[in-house]
């Protein structure tokens, strides 16, 4: 098995990458003259199906001089560059969502026969954030429309951060779950808050209502940008603020109590056996569900 796994790898089926040919797409110039070959170029290309290597033609325009290029190529590989688009997404992909560390992302790429060193991997990482951002920025007016077709978006806002690190504040549409906008800001005094919420105007209109915690900043930062939107308190943020408030003495009291009792080794104990009784029983809760779905009365046994 391990056999027929490693003798399938890309490494093994294509020791030496494939060469691959592109040329223009255009066999005229705009200016409607014919186009001569100018040079050929190679360069290897890291794809996710593995390396190979492009071999290039250029074209020229004898009279206005404009250089073709393969618009193909260009889809698959920035110019002067080796990576591929594929590989640059499923680094992202794999150090952002998926939480790999470079170590494993050199790993799987490795199996696909594409060598590249941790710190390649942390550069394309960094990369792959600023196209995401810019991909980001240029769909602003795509995501207003798709907003605009729900009939508007409701923002909701949070801030997260660690000791006296800076706060990283999201916006996002509660209603299509798309995230707006992400901002580092010193602090979550509402001067630090406005600008972050004018430029949301800015690109996205004023939202139909807003969402947030009781910070006193966000509170304050959202009243004077948009004074006019219902303004909700989340309810997550306002049973766990409550609850901290009012009922911590009591919460320490019943930990303290609980403790002193071994009261939670006890309940494990408990659930542990009640959960063998259940499974041994599985065919009457059967029985019990029909009772209840069908009105019939429990059989006495
Ligand atoms: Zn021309």
Known sequence: MIRLYNDTLPSALFSSPPVIRFRSEENRCSCGKTLFVQKTRRKTVFSMTGPFKAHETLYLCRTCRQVYRSKDLR????????????????????LFQRCLTTDQVCHELELRNIELSPS??????????????LAHRQATPRIEQAMNRNGGYILHLDATHEGDAPVLMTRMDG???????????????????????????????????????????????????????????CHFHFLRDAGKDLLEPSYGQLRKDLQK?????????????????????????????????????????
């Open 261 to 301: 009792h071994s009261a939670t080794t006890r309940l494990g104990d408990m659930i542990r056996d009640i959960l063998q009784r259940i499974d041994s029983q599985t065919a009457d809760a059967g029985q019990l569900t029909n009772v209840i779905t069908e009105g019939h009365a429990v059989e006495n046994r």
């Open 175 to 233: 209603l299509k779950q798309i995230v707006l906008g992400n901002v580092k800001i010193p602090s979550e005094h509402a001067d630090h808050i406005v600008p972050f919420l004018e430029q949301l105007q800015k690109n996205y209109g004023t939202p139909i209502a807003c969402v947030h915690d009781m910070g006193t900043g966000l509170c304050k930062a959202v009243s004077l940008v948009f004074p006019d939107i219902r303004d909700f308190i």
């Open 75 to 94: 889809n698959i590989v920035a110019r002067c560059c080796n990576v591929a688009w594929d590989v640059l997404v499923f680094v992202g992909k794999s």
């Open 120 to 133: 390649e991997i942390e550069y394309l990482g960094r990369k792959f954030i600023l196209y995401l951002a």
